[in-house]
Nanobody, 123 residues
């Protein structure tokens, strides 16, 4: 049973930083993509970043490019999302997700999900 558990959300002022963690368990994640998505009230869930577990290749949405960094720790089986220079428009629930195979941008292509962690950026 795959489980993804996010942590690290909270309230931060604009310009600040947060690091989100996604602890993964239940299987080995070779050949998996670990992704971060977010959903703001009244909006559709959107892609933020993803990483290929095997080689660490990372992919970013334009909204987070140059501000966000995704990484993974193979020993701890944990994925991270470092978010810098946060803006009020980054306010959302952030979800960790996983899928087997290649990168996909749509949240509908991911099979496993965490419960989400709230990120609130005050202006």
């Amino acid at each position: 049973q795959v489980q993804l558990l996010e942590s690290g959300g909270g309230l931060v002022q604009a310009g600040g930083s947060l690091r989100l963690s996604c602890a993964a368990s239940g299987r080995t994640f070779s050949n998996y993509i670990m992704g971060w998505f977010r959903q703001a009230p009244g909006k559709e869930r959107e892609f933020v970043a993803a990483i290929r577990w095997n080689d660490g290749n990372a992919y970013y949405a334009d909204s987070g490019k140059d501000r966000f960094t995704i990484s993974r720790d193979n020993v701890e089986n944990t994925a991270y999302l470092q978010m810098n220079s946060l803006k009020s428009e980054d306010t959302a629930v952030y979800y960790c997700a996983a899928r087997f195979g290649n990168i996909r941008w749509s949240w509908t292509s991911y099979d496993y999900w965490g419960q989400g962690t709230q990120v609130t950026v005050s202006s």
